[in-house]
């Protein structure tokens, strides 16, 4: 009889959370029902937002409770199938959690079929999957850009941020990065096509943006908070839009709720920018198309992608800490 492995959340993080935040257990797998699959999972998506989900307070989803299966979206492959949607060898994407077996409904709304691509299945959690509709909504739905404006994105390097920058070039902007050390900097330019990329580990990141950013800047995509924002601040123009997709430099916070965060900055600015929070969830009705657009760029060379896959289910924890102190280099995967 097949057998399931999964984490559950076994106490809430104080700042960096540590191994005995989660327990890994293995579970029994019942029978499958009418109109259910079942998937065994190949990969498990790394996500920041995984980090807030372990703390006690409501954001903008439930916490998860302690004793329940930890948040997360993986990626698999249907080895039984109950279902006329589903069948036997389909490649689906599901968030079900950190568990090695999905046993499913199919009329799941979190259920999403891999198309049939040359591509490697992998990229469906990444560039083509949660974090690239990320880049592709926050960017064409709150930012709109237009042609030669200037385009600012934080974290650039990552899984949200690198479709950012390669669709700001795409859509013929003034496109700058920032990243983490030479290494990350050097792939935002040469291979994700920014025009400049401002290293904030070792560079005057004000100094830079005066020097990339000659005619200010248009639109800051928000990925990190801190620092960063602040300086961004200023140098924002008249009419700026900054697309708000998080803040990781206060995620492992102890008390996040005291932390300043990009709406505090902005909102003490004489003029500033238009500006929200947004989850890419709002457009969960036009996922499909959007990933068939992020799939059209891939397969035209216009869209590239970079992942950090830890081998090994109970590797996790480790990864998820590596995502929240930029040890990751591109998208961050478990491979089971
Ligand atoms: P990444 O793959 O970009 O990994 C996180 C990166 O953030 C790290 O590689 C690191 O890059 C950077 N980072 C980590 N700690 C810090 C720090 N203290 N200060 C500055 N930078 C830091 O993750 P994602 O692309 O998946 O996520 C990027 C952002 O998008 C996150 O804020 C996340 O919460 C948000 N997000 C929001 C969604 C929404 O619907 N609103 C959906 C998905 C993601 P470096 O080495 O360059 O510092």
Redesign the pocket.
Known sequence: MLKNTIFTLNKRPKGIPDNNCWKLIDSPIRNIKKNEILIENMYLSI???MRGRMNAGKSYAPPVNIGEIMVGETLGRVVKSNSKKYLEGDLVCVHKGWQKYTLVKDNDLTLIKVPKTDIPASVFLGALG??GR?AFF?LTKVAKPNQGETVVI????????AVVTQLAKIYECNVVGI???YE?CKYVTDTLGANNCID?KNDNVLDKLHEYCPNGVDIYFE??G?D?TRDISKVLNKNSRVPI?????K?NSINIANEETPFTVFKNMKNPPKHR?????EWAHQFESATKTLLNYMEDGQLSYKETITEGFENAPQALRD????K?????LIKF
Do not use: E, H, W
């Open positions: 996500d920041p937002y949660m974090p990320t926050g934080s974290a650039a390097s990552g899984a949200v941020g990243a983490g050390g990350k904030y990925n990190v801190g960063i997709c998080g803040f990781i430099s995620y929070f947004f989850v890419v969830r995502v929240l102190s930029g990751n280099f591109g998208k961050q």
